[in-house]
């Protein structure tokens, strides 16, 4: 008789339901292989902070290169998952580092996942920076919300901080 095999989810997986929005067709297809060529290859900055994250996948091991928008505040860097659960999401929770592409300027670091109570500020930073963008994203109404309304959402959206790799 063939044993069956469970999966044990994370810590951070097992404290939420997780979610993924999937993003569309026009974004996989174009948008992302057109950023992808732009921001990590050619080096565009486009002034909204956008770089190409790149992290080890967790099973095949191979780079995976993924259109991220970064965060600065208060002095660190920070990565909003406004998506969800996505891939890079749990490929850099199993990892725990990476880098950061703008064309031939890599920043590598190590990975923090926040807590939920961590991440009242850079939710907020985030989306009322990238609001026009994300809104169709999240189950929030608006970036000025009040806190209780972004703590219950809280969970929905990784983030990360972003500390130097010494």
């Known amino acids: 008789m063939a044993q069956q095999m469970t999966h044990q989810p994370t810590k951070h997986a097992q404290d939420r339901n997780s979610v993924y929005r999937r993003s569309s067709w026009l974004m996989r297809h174009v948008v992302n292989p057109?950023?992808?060529?732009?921001?990590?290859?050619?080096?565009?900055?486009?002034?909204?902070?956008?770089?190409?994250?790149?992290?080890?996948?967790?099973?095949?091991?191979?780079w995976r290169a993924t259109p991220v928008r970064l965060l600065e505040?208060?002095?660190?860097?920070?990565?909003?998952?406004?998506?969800?659960?996505?891939?890079?999401?749990?490929?850099?929770?199993?990892?725990?580092?990476?880098?950061?592409?703008?064309?031939s300027h890599v920043t590598e670091f190590r990975a923090v996942e926040l807590e939920?109570?961590?991440?009242?500020?850079?939710?907020?930073?985030?989306?009322?920076?990238?609001?026009?963008?994300v809104a169709r994203m999240t189950v929030v109404t608006s970036p000025d919300v009040p806190d209780n309304e972004l703590m219950e959402a809280a969970p929905l959206h990784p983030v990360f901080r972003l500390e130097s790799e010494c």
Not at 75 to 102: F, K
């Open 34 to 62: 057109i950023t992808l060529l732009t921001v990590g290859k050619l080096g565009v900055d486009d002034h909204m902070g956008t770089r190409v994250l790149e992290v080890q996948g967790r099973i095949s091991r191979r």
């Open 116 to 133: 939920d109570e961590e991440k009242l500020p850079a939710l907020r930073a985030y989306f009322r920076r990238y609001w026009s963008l």
């Open 73 to 103: 505040l208060d002095g660190h860097g920070y990565l909003v998952a406004p998506q969800g659960e996505t891939d890079w999401v749990r490929n850099l929770r199993a990892r725990g580092n990476g880098c950061l592409r703008l064309g």
